[in-house]
């Protein structure tokens, strides 16, 4: 259980485009998403944090008009990277938690990745 | 503000041998505290998890992790590392009153034949 796919797993786009990426998970209501990037050797920084119906929070420096996230379902959050540009080039991972059920912190269940390559 | 601090980024083992990898943390409160790896590409998965109760705690793939508040440790071990072991490590603690985790810096193990 507590699956999480990623839809692509790999693009490839020209500066200026725009690009989404899909984030489900497959086998439980996620009240909560989160978005990652990470930069090759490096750890994961958190982009934004999503709940189900409302906007989402995104951290100091990230600039929200570039990267939207909707996440308008239980199982469903999308990232759409907008007028993208080579230095937008990176991997990045969604994760996804399910209802606290009684626990006070909320497990988070990451998906496989998308690996952008912007030319 | 809590914090993780991974001792190492690169850590380099004979296959066999015992795996010790570093982890510690910054908390006010008692945190809960995780490992996850990840392989080239590809997302992470859970390793282990401490949350309340007892201190040491057994993962997947022959992991465990002592969290101990005196050192505020959770350092990741198993006894005998395996080729496959080769991956990227994080410490992560999740953050109280956001439910946000808060990533080490990695460490990256290598096997070595």
């Known amino acids: 259980g507590a699956v999480v796919s990623q839809h692509p797993s790999r693009v490839i786009c020209k500066s200026g485009t725009s690009v989404k990426i899909e984030c489900r998970s497959l086998?439980?209501?996620?009240?909560?998403m989160f978005w990652y990037r990470q930069f090759p050797k490096q750890s994961l920084m958190l982009m934004a944090t999503?709940?189900?119906?409302?906007?989402?929070?995104?951290e100091q420096g990230v600039e929200k008009d570039k990267f939207l996230i909707n996440h308008a379902s239980l199982t469903l959050s999308t990232l759409t990277v907008t007028s993208a540009h080579p230095e937008d080039s990176s991997f990045y991972i969604c994760s996804a938690s399910p209802p606290t059920s009684g626990y006070s912190y909320n497990e988070q269940f990451f998906g496989p990745g998308t690996r952008l390559t912007v030319l | 503000a809590q914090s993780v601090t991974q001792l190492g980024s690169h850590v380099s083992v004979s296959e066999g041998a015992l795996v010790l990898l570093r982890c510690n943390y910054s908390s006010s409160v008692p945190p809960y505290l995780f490992w996850y790896v990840q392989y080239p590409n590809q997302g992470l998965q859970l390793l282990l998890k401490?949350?309340?109760?007892?201190?040491l705690v057994k993962g997947i793939n022959g992991f465990e992790a002592e969290f101990k508040k005196s050192e505020t440790s959770f350092h990741l071990t198993k006894p005998s590392a395996h080729m496959s072991d080769a991956a990227e490590y994080f410490c992560?603690?999740?953050?109280?009153?956001?439910?946000?985790?808060?990533f080490g810096q990695g460490t990256t193990l290598q096997v070595k034949p």
């Open positions: 992560a603690v999740s953050e109280s009153n956001t439910g946000k985790l808060i």
């Open positions: 086998d439980f209501q996620a009240t909560t």
């Open positions: 401490y949350t309340t109760g007892a201190t």
């Open positions: 999503s709940n189900e119906g409302s906007k989402a929070t995104y």
